[in-house]
């Protein structure tokens, strides 16, 4: 229990055993400049009756996707959630189970997070996965990582198709690890190859790509792993749509030493970005510099099947500063999500979502074309996401669509300042065909009269 002190002289007591005579000689590290000057500017009290009535009404102010329709992705997807999930993951002995480092009481979530393994290593084609991480940035920074290894020392290489928030944190852990990330450019939508060959070399540790890349385009992957392995870096994937691995190729069909996945969309909804949950996978070279935990099976004394934590000496609470990571937990219950909808969707089900997205989003691209002033921006296969040139600024099409119940997309301008009035769009098996046509329409009608209305063309 917290001990709180509540009188005067209890309070007093406690300064003088942290050798200060005032709360304001605790916050001496903190700049004057940012102190906060005023008492905070708080309502009166309200009872419990109206603080509901309050937060109800800040609540609908927010708009989700049951009065929308969404072809958003970038990162993040709208795929449909089976009940049974939901349902499972609420139960008590999963909502409430804590870190399972005693198994003879954990063996339930233990023996799920075993099965989740299995299933990434089954969708990537890897040897071995860990019980998952924060997200898909934290576990490609996790990648990168395991690749410079225990030096921190070495060139990164990471292509500018990479979600440029991924890129982000990749460099903000170089700032603070060592190793020197390196921005491989892109031609026509993809990874430049030429670029690529220009700055591999001696001191290169791995070069990180995506795939589907965050233009939603399919990178020369046998290409981009011969050259990296020709300097014996490590050849990492990262996926943000994992539905794609039901129809493309595993990673590991085509050599990837190290794939990061952005799990959320499977089982999980999008929950207005978050929480998320990042697969780890890796050939078996690599286990023991695997971050995060491991579940393993293994033979009791009676025989039994059991399931246990295993080489835990990896994980920061045994090494410390020694350990392969900072993060020695994992997702357990969106990785139980993401196992029960695997399951229950079975692998000819995967396939046909992954069929489901691949066939609508190719009637979208084909018929959204056809609208004067729209083009391709990439002349590159796809999986469910495509960019096309606007004859209007994003922005203005955003917010007329918007009156209309439609997201059309994501506007890449705001990454990619060469990409001005490009438009992301992302069609997953959420969309009917009815939506498809609907997007169409309204994107007809909003450029027929951008010509008119000088909001538009701002």
Known sequence: MTYIPNTPAEQEEMLRSLGVTSIEDLLDSVPEEVRLKRPLNL??????????????????????????????????????????VDQLVKRSEFYTSYTPYQPEVSQGMLQAIYEYQTMVCQLTGMDVANASLYDGATATVEAALLAVGPSGRGDVLVSRAVDPQYRQVLRTYAHGRGFTLKEVACADGITSIEDLERQLGVDTRAVIIQHPNFFGNLEPVQQIEHLTHQTNGLFIVSITEPVSLAILNPPGAYNADVVAVEGMSLGSSMSYGGPALGMFASKAAYLRRLPGRIAGRTVDNRGQTGYVLTLQTREQHIRRERATSNICT??????????????????????TVGEQCLQKAHYAYEQLVQIPGFRPAFDQPFFDEFALRCPVPVAGLAAALEQRGIIPGY??????????????????????????????????????????????RA
């Open 43 to 84: 309502p009166a009290a309200l009872t419990e009756l109206e603080l509901l009535r309050l937060l109800r009404g800040m609540a609908e102010r927010n708009v989700d996707l049951d009065h929308l329709v969404s072809f958003l992705g970038a990162g993040t997807y709208d795929h449909f959630v089976p009940s049974v």
């Open 330 to 351: 994992n997702q357990a219950l969106l990785a139980l999500a993401a196992t029960i909808y695997l399951a229950v969707l079975g692998k000819q089900g995967f396939r």
């Open 411 to 456: 506007d890449l301008s705001r990454d990619y300042a060469e990409l001005e009035d490009t438009l992301l769009v992302c069609v997953t098996e959420m969309r009917t065909r009815q939506d498809i046509d609907a997007l169409v329409e309204a994107l007809r009608q909003a450029t027929s009269s951008s010509t008119r209305s000088p909001s538009m």
